[in-house]
T-cell receptor
Framework: KAGVTQTPRYLIKTRGQQVTLSCSPI?????VSWYQQTPGQGLQFLFE???????NKGNFPGRFSGRQFSNSRSEMNVSTLELGDSALYLC?????????????FGNGTRLTVT | QQQVKQSPQSLIVQKGGISIINCAYE??????FPWYQQFPGKGPALLIA?????SEKKEGRFTISFNKSAKQFSLHIMDSQPGDSATYFC???????????FGKGTMLLVSP
């Protein structure tokens, strides 16, 4: 079974631009979560989607948004990029929401904002 | 209330030794505590997890010890190997959600 696939692997953007990251969950997984990983703040939760509905949102500004499609694939968008948005963005999927369904992470998209 | 505090930040262990990483949590609503292992260039991978009704869980060389009253849990890696060199994250999860609160990570180096 293929794992969580994130595209692209690397992105370089300029401050003020916007970016869209894509995530394909493991087949059969309906929950998709996004995390931001930085050396200073570690892994921080962005949002979770289940059956195309956002269930939870972390403490990030409105510039960060996401969505989930009917095939469970998910995208996240960051508008008006800031230097501080440079990070590894990780997508994780699980069969369902809750603690009975472990999260499986992709290898992330490395975003660099210059 | 949501924090998970992890220590040490980095750890060097000789091959064959025991690696110990500790975590403490504040949110008593957490009822699932996984450990993730992350290699450079890769996403975190689930290593082992425990629920608070169990005081210890062992899987191969990896053991979680859990102290509910102290709100602490730890990962023990027995017979540490160079291939175990990675960053380890503990986390807590609140039942009904898939939102993990992670510790800041421990960079483990196992010297040959």
């Amino acid at each position: 079974k293929a794992g969580v696939t994130q595209t692209p692997r690397y992105l370089i953007k300029t401050r003020g631009q916007q970016v869209t990251l894509s995530c394909s969950p493991i087949s059969g997984h309906r929950s998709v979560s996004w995390y931001q990983q930085t050396p200073g703040q570690g892994l921080q939760f962005l949002f979770e989607y289940f059956s195309e509905t956002q269930r939870n949102k972390g403490n990030f500004p409105g510039r960060f948004s996401g969505r989930q499609f009917s095939n469970s694939r998910s995208e996240m968008n960051v508008s008006t990029l800031e230097l501080g948005d440079s990070a590894l963005y990780l997508c994780a999927s699980s069969q369902r929401t809750g603690n009975n369904s472990p999260l499986h992470f992709g290898n992330g998209t490395r975003l660099t904002v210059t | 209330q949501q924090q998970v505090k992890q220590s040490p930040q980095s750890l060097i262990v000789q091959k064959g030794g025991i690696s110990i990483i500790n975590c403490a949590y504040e949110n008593t609503a957490f009822d699932y505590f996984p450990w993730y292992q992350q290699f450079p260039g890769k996403g975190p991978a689930l290593l082992i997890a425990i629920r608070p009704d169990v005081s210890e869980k062992k899987e191969g060389r990896f053991t979680i010890s859990f102290n509910k009253s102290a709100k602490q849990f730890s990962l023990h890696i027995m017979d540490s190997q160079p291939g175990d060199s990675a960053t380890y994250f503990c986390a807590g999860l609140n039942s009904g959600y898939s939102t993990l609160t992670f510790g800041k990570g421990t960079m483990l180096l196992v010297s040959p």
